[in-house]
Antibody, heavy 120, light 107 residues
Framework: QVQLKESGPGLVQPSETLSLTCTVS????????VSWVRQPSGKGPEWMGR???????AYNSALKSRLSISRDTSKNQVFLKMNSLQTDDTGTYYC??????????????WGQGTLVTVSS | DVQMTQSLSYLAASPGESVSISCKAS??????LAWYQQKPGEAYKLLIY???TLQSGTPSRFSGSGSGTDFTLTIRSLEPEDFGLYYC?????????FGSGTKLEIK
């Protein structure tokens, strides 16, 4: 059974760094790509970036200067780090898995999401 | 970036009716288009990919059509559980982009 679960702090101070973990089960990170998607309240989702099955990464150019995605395959975890957070980074952060192995671009599995609030 | 426009932000319909939700891409994306349903407290659900292919588990009352820039999600004979938010997403090119959503309310 495929599962993804996001974890991390619910509150982050402005200008600080956000660190989130996506723990997966039911599939291998070396066969499937995992993306991070965020959604401000009342708005559509925004794709942030992906960890490819082969360990490579891809980022949304709008966030690339602040964003880093990494993984630990032994722990079945994918990590997101984003620095210089501002209030408009507030929203729900999801990790997602591609529908098929290696790459599809559409997401058949989503975590429940974790709400991140940027506030002092 | 490819902009995805869902012109209708809200839609209300009664059980048994049919509804259509549109999505327009700012450039041709071939058929690299997915539709998702989001319901409160539940994980996003992939309904349709490749513009018109039903994801496993998606009820047959859902259908997708379109290619290029204009796409439509149709739900025939609405069920009460179909309420929620519907998003389109293009995966033709990076960055992957989503529409702003259409909220379907059941009357």
């Amino acid at each position: 059974q495929v599962q993804l679960k996001e974890s991390g702090p619910g509150l982050v101070q402005p200008s600080e760094t956000l660190s989130l973990t996506c723990t997966v089960s039911g599939f291998s990170l070396t066969s499937y790509s995992v993306s991070w998607v965020r959604q401000p309240s009342g708005k559509g989702p925004e794709w942030m970036g992906r960890m490819w099955y082969d360990g490579d990464t891809a980022y949304n150019s709008a966030l690339k200067s602040r964003l880093s995605i990494s993984r630990d395959t032994s722990k079945n975890q994918v990590f997101l780090k984003m620095n210089s957070l501002q209030t408009d980074d507030t929203g729900t952060y999801y990790c997602t898995r591609d529908r098929v192995n290696y790459y599809s671009g559409d997401f058949a599995y989503w975590g429940q999401g974790t709400l991140v609030t940027v506030s002092s | 970036d490819v902009q995805m426009t869902q012109s209708l932000s809200y839609l209300a319909a009664s059980p048994g009716e049919s509804v259509s939700i549109s999505c327009k891409a700012s450039k041709s994306i071939s058929n690299y288009l997915a539709w998702y349903q989001q319901k409160p407290g539940e994980a996003y659900k992939l309904l349709i990919y490749s513009g018109s292919t039903l994801q496993s588990g998606t009820p047959s009352r859902f259908s997708g059509s379109g290619s290029g820039t204009d796409f439509t999600l149709t739900i025939r004979s609405l069920e009460p559980e179909d309420f929620g938010l519907y998003y389109c997403q293009q995966y033709y090119e990076k960055p992957l982009t989503f529409g702003s959503g259409t909220k379907l309310e059941i009357k």
